[in-house]
């Protein structure tokens, strides 16, 4: 897929991306829509017929939603512009000019997209992915680079350009992915070959891989991103006239999409408009053909209103094809799980019309029957069958889950003595009250105390009640620390701490247990670049971490990394680093999930398709050892990477935004509001996996447990004392 949001992050050239952030009602509705149809021809170039058409479209659609202001690039559209490369910039800068904090940026790009050699060699495939203005021209022979096309990394730092004003973009490409060639009864499919323009990319290297990261989270604006396919099929054109009439031609995403916003009356999420996108692309099926094409989103603000507003309750509802429902382990669905049924995505929660149950769980589908209102999910207790379900049903949501988790904690102890505290301690009578308010089954997990087996170890300093799964490193306590202050609420770390661990439950039940015949389709390598003890600063020292880890991280520079197992022992200043290479041709999502001293979750997606270079995961991690006010403290951490397949017709299992529970402040409330929203989600992940044998070759009912494989690294972060004592660069025990 295309790399869009260059230095901010990917996104696909035959797909959609966006920026959206869900502030306060967005101050202006402001939109840019270009429509590239008729190339010269002496480029040899085919001409598309629907792009105008989509912009005509998306201009009457963006009126009645009360646009401000449009700017229309297109040929042959009354009254556009005519769609040049400076003409596209232009207006983009134009808008980045003209963009006000709270102000909602619809871009729109219908036409025909590429691929060229990446001249400035930041590509990890050594190709840049493009968009074709009209004023396009044949590559100089031997250059492999398209003049005037618009390059991934010019796209991203305009759209880059309107979200540091504090604007919202969402930015839609209507553009052709390479695929497989068929007999397509369809008008056309928008795809340029390279070789078209001069351009000599091996067949191989035409694949468009599914490489996509967000924009800079740092900038005020926030982004969402839909795209029209997968990189393994076409985008499309269609002739949507009554029979006996037309052509009329368009992009068959933007065609759904149009649809469906001219039929909402309210303002849902933008998971619910591409949930009912989705599901209207599935249905439209053409003579001889299987689906169509399949959308795939990116973006943190998924749970955002449509065009900006304010956050919405996270909603998730899964396509059903008779009994079977398009979710699975990897979404949190185990044998027992209460379902809604619905008629359509946009349907609200009270329009159910009817309840299923689940009975069998694969990886990525399951099985379901029809029970009666009032059944409660019971783990070996399933609800009576009440035949078939609905007809009419085309969607489910989860209801509820039977609760199958329970995190344990040790009563405290004294951190010198190693004694139990006594029952009548306040620290004691404070921690027992506190798991006794936790929310149980609402959070997909309960607490109890455990002083045999326990999960969480608790040790009380005099001063500070710590939790870890192991809460003290030679003698000094480490890991999440309470005070009693009565701005932090015991129960909410025990949250904290409960998601965390049931998270590194379900995880660890299946890292490791894959069989020499099962390898990972995508290869997984955790690697460490230590820094030098030396160029540390001693205890007690007046330290500035960020100046301590420029300066050692610039001694080791040059140092390679090694290869991190797991057990080893870190120190402030190391890094580590995660990279995947794709050893398949097929699709599969990979999520990178990394549980902190504090009990903080943080999480990095990537698709990989195909065979890839090595490539990073997620930005490398800086460790910072026992560092006041700072999210990475001192004591145990892990890290899982979970790969999973993704099914036809889904959306992509995108941990990232989801299962985070420390959160840094929003930019305003309705931005937290998404924020709780899609960790009130993240539950689902969390449980699913949990039923599954822990052997890779287990089978759940008759569905083979093949498409997740999961690794995990663990590791302690010393405390500087400590680090420097093993170092021998401090005396000490």
Known sequence: MIDW???????????????????????????VLVGVSDYELDIGLADLQGPANDVRLMADVLDRRGAGSVTLLADGVEGAARPTRAAILGALAAEAEAAQ?????????????????????????????????????????????????IVDEELGAA????????ADVWLVLDSCHSGTGTRMPVSGLRFADPQALGVDLLPAEQVERAVVAPTDADLPGGYIAFYAAQSNEFARE??????????????????????????????????QLFQAVLADLNDTTLSGMGKLQTPAWEGTLIDAQLFGGEATESVQRFALRGRQVAAGKVHGLTEGTLLALYADAFDPPEAAIGQAQVTRTGATSSRLQAVAAGCEPRLAAPCASMGALPAEARFAQVLARPLDMTVRLAPPRDLATGVPLPGDHPVTLALAEAVAASPGGTGGYALALDPEDYEVETLHDGTTLWFGPQAQIGGQAVGLGWTGAPDVPLTALLERIGKAETLARVMGGLAGQQSLLDISPVRIDSRLRAARPDDLMPPGAQIDIFAECQDALFSVQDDPFVPLDGGEDLKQCDSVQVRVQGLSQRLYDVNRVHIDSQYCIHAQYMPVEGMTAPVGLGDDMTICADCPGDQYTAGAERLFTIVTERPS??????????????????????????????????????????????????????????????????????????ALRQAGLLAGP
Request: proline residues 7%; aromatic residues 6%; charged residues 25%.
């Open 159 to 166: 759209i880059d350009a309107i979200r540091a004003k504090g």
């Open 649 to 722: 017709n889904a959306e992509a299992l995108v941990l990232e935004g989801r299962v985070e529970n420390c959160f840094a402040p929003s930019r305003d409330a309705s931005r937290s509001g998404v924020a709780d929203a899609a960790v009130s989600r993240a539950n689902a992940f969390l449980q699913g996996l949990a039923q599954t044998p822990h052997t890779r070759g287990a089978m759940m009912g008759a569905t083979p447990v093949s498409e997740i494989w999961v690794t995990r690294r663990d590791w302690r972060v010393l405390p500087r004392a400590q």
């Open 5 to 31: 949001l260059r230095g901010a992050g990917l996104v696909a050239l035959c797909a959609v991306t966006s920026g959206l952030g869900a502030g306060p009602v967005a101050a202006e509705l402001r939109a």
């Open 238 to 271: 269609v002739d949507m006239a009554p029979e006996g009439e037309g052509p009329e031609i368009y992009g068959l995403f933007t065609a759904k999409l149009a649809a469906r916003l001219d039929r909402v009356e309210e303002a849902p999420s933008f998971r």
């Open 101 to 149: 904090p709270g102000d909602f940026v619809y871009i729109h790009l219908s036409g025909h997209g590429t691929r060229q050699y990446d001249p400035q060699g930041d590509e990890t495939d050594g190709q840049d992915e493009v968009f074709l203005p009209i004023d396009v021209a044949r590559s100089e022979p031997g250059s492999g680079v398209i003049p005037n096309a």
